[in-house]
């Protein structure tokens, strides 16, 4: 496939003519990188946009918390692009890419993009839609996948034992356990205060001591499982509210970037 058919299925370039896209297939530069390479980093100069040829490439920030992971705003691969935002103003990177594998990577200058805008005035318009879809598609999209990570992450992670204490602790807490506990004291009941298969000589006679060692021996195990539980659910609050920071932080960069680019397009339009 060659880099103008490549083009053509860039979602940014979608809306432009076979020969406006020959022309910035011409003029766009070539770059390999192996895996594991830093492209650019937050801060650098840009002036360029990339759109992957092959490989995958992953767009991220550095946790402002010590000791944490990177935050990962996009995983991209064959089609996609980045780096939008150098081409239409003249500040530094905003995050940073890396290549996952080795990449082939076509890389279009600001100076022929506006060049291009420049000329066809039309073109504006057509990035100025594909910019607003893939803003429309952000929100959603990030605090899907985080919400789903998270929960599947800590399911996997769970043994028999959170599992059983998960068990009882629904069980404690549920109508069910407090009718089969007045049924199972009913019968105890009743069946000793009766002769037991016509023998006077009771199992447990009143005032029911063994089946009163039985409740506490029962309540003694449903506390410490109760309390794993409960451990276990605030593991998980606290794994979705940082889940849940990090969507808000990857939005916020990812609204930003775009409400940018879409002000510079207006103005270029505008000014054409």
Same mark, same amino acid.
């Given at each position: 496939?060659?880099? *103008?058919?490549?083009?053509?299925? +860039? ?5 432009? /003519? ?11 530069? +070539?770059?390999?990188? =192996? ?15 990339? +759109? ?28 996609? #692009? ?27 200058? *600001? ?7 420049? /000329? ?13 879809? /893939? ?23 769970? !043994? ?26 009913? +019968? ?6 009766? =002769? ?9 006679? #009143? =005032? #029911?001591?063994?089946? !009163? ?8 195990? *449903?506390? =410490? ?5 409960? !451990? ?41």
């Amino acid at each position: 496939m060659s880099y *103008q058919d490549l083009l053509q299925n +860039v979602a940014l370039f979608q809306g432009f /003519r076979p020969a406006e896209l020959e022309l910035l297939a011409q003029h766009a530069v +070539v770059h390999r990188h =192996p895996a594991g390479e830093l492209i650019f980093q937050q801060g650098d100069p840009g002036t360029t946009l990339y +759109v992957i040829v092959s490989g995958q490439v992953e767009i991220y920030l550095l946790s402002p918390a010590p000791q944490s992971h990177p935050i990962v705003l996009q995983q991209m691969t064959r089609g996609d #692009y980045f780096g939008e935002l150098s081409l239409f103003d003249n500040k530094a990177r905003s995050a940073y890419a890396r290549s996952i594998e080795d990449v082939e990577l076509l890389g279009i200058t *600001q100076m022929h993009l506006t060049d291009h805008i420049t /000329r066809h005035p039309r073109a504006a318009l057509v990035l100025l839609e594909a910019l607003a879809d /893939r803003l429309r598609m952000t929100d959603d999209l990030l605090t899907h996948c985080a919400a789903k990570n998270v929960d599947a992450e800590l399911d996997k992670q769970m !043994n028999w034992s959170d599992r059983l204490a998960d068990q009882v602790a629904t069980l404690n807490g549920s109508w069910a356990f407090i009718v089969l506990l007045l049924l199972l004291t009913t +019968v105890w009941m009743v069946v000793n205060a009766l =002769p037991l298969f016509g023998n006077r000589h009771m199992l447990d006679p #009143y =005032p #029911y001591v063994f089946f !009163n060692l039985l409740l506490a021996i029962l309540v003694a195990l *449903q506390g =410490p499982l109760i309390v794993m539980s409960q !451990n276990r659910k605030a593991t998980l609050d606290r794994a979705r509210a940082e889940a849940d920071y990090h969507v808000n932080l990857k939005n916020e960069v990812n609204i930003e970037i775009l409400l940018a680019e879409i002000r510079h397009l207006r103005r270029k339009i505008d000014e054409s």
